[in-house]
């Protein structure tokens, strides 16, 4: 499954599925790329990062694609489980320190 | 681990009231943010503090301001409650520029 971004809120996807999360970011001059996972009721955590010299950083079934040419993000979620069900932000970081965060995307994982 | 305290998880507070949210790191991080979250708005920065007494304007500070006196301590103040600030409020902290923040559980305001 896959999302596009500020227009589209909410993926569903199977499990087991891959999931892709698309996020365009608004600032050329950002060098520092963040995504985080929101569960219900709880604070923002941390999933995975990329710099702006790099243009894919891979985790534990995560990866981060970061197209600088055209100014977007993209989280890929392998293997889906129910446990990844949550809302998903993408974050810019200027040269400045300053944090600034997408709309977000809810991603829902179907048994 | 980081740990990054927002003083209450729950508040209700009168329209025209003084309320004062308090968040606290204990990493000795440089940067601390407020953001306040919005169903169908996402986070949105209200304040950023990138050393003790200094502070930058986010993208909706009108109605807020801040306070960072300690490095440890960063407070979000309503000078004057509305009701259109009933809002989840979330406190981050970062080591510095080229870092993740980590965020407190989140302050629920209702305004009434």
């Known amino acids: 499954g896959e999302s596009v971004g500020l227009h589209l809120p909410t993926l569903s996807v199977q499990e087991g599925d891959n999931s892709i999360i698309n996020c365009a970011y608004s600032?050329?001059?950002?060098?520092?790329f963040i995504w985080y996972k929101q569960e219900s009721g709880k604070g923002p955590q941390f999933i995975i990062d990329i710099r702006s010299n790099m243009d894919k950083r891979q985790g534990q079934r995560v990866t981060v694609l970061l197209n600088k040419t055209v100014k977007h993000l993209s989280l890929q979620i392998a293997a889906t489980q129910p446990g990844d069900s949550a809302v998903y932000f993408c974050a810019e970081k200027d040269q400045g320190g300053k944090l600034i965060f997408g709309q977000g995307t809810e991603l829902s994982v179907k048994p | 681990d980081v740990k990054v305290t927002q003083s209450s998880r729950y508040l209700v507070k009168r329209t025209g009231e003084k309320v004062f949210l308090e968040c606290v790191q204990d990493m000795d991080h440089e940067n601390m943010f407020w953001y306040r979250q919005d169903p169908g708005l996402g986070l949105r920065l209200i304040y950023f503090?990138?050393?003790?007494?200094?502070?930058e304007k986010g993208d909706i500070p009108e109605g807020y301001s801040v306070s960072r006196e300690k490095k440890e301590r960063f407070s979000l103040i309503l000078e004057s409650a509305s009701t259109n600030q009933t809002s989840m409020y979330l406190c981050?902290?970062?080591?510095?520029?080229?870092?993740?923040?980590?965020f407190g559980q989140g302050t629920r305001l209702t305004v009434v």
């Open positions: 600032n050329s001059a950002s060098d520092y």
């Open positions: 503090s990138y050393d003790v007494k200094m502070k």
């Open positions: 981050a902290s970062s080591p510095d520029r080229d870092t993740e923040a980590f």
